[in-house]
């Protein structure tokens, strides 16, 4: 009767679309119910250093170290199988941009 609403990205750290004044030391994925992310990329102005293993278990908030992010633009790229079995797979773009925090002195 009632539509099956799949599970999806719910928020993240940074978020998507955000401008921020340092660069991240990890990325956090809040999903609206638990998904086992079996992939996730940062592609942007330089060679980002990711900490991430796909999961062995489904989880609802996913903390991933990353390193090496300098000023620009970023795109998060992850894949993940929610607990029905639906594969998804999307992208958010953020900014690393140090300058804005001298406007704020």
Known sequence: MGANAHTGLKESTP???SRVQAAPLQLELIFTGPVQLVK???DGETEA???FRPASKPETTYRIAVA???NGEYEV???A???DGHAMADSFRF???ASSASSAR
């Open 40 to 42: 996730l990329d940062v």
């Open 49 to 51: 250093q990711v900490s």
């Open 68 to 70: 090496g992010l300098v």
């Open 15 to 17: 978020a998507a679309d």
């Open 81 to 83: 199988i929610g607990a």
């Open 95 to 97: 900014v690393v941009d």
């Open 77 to 79: 790229r992850w894949a």
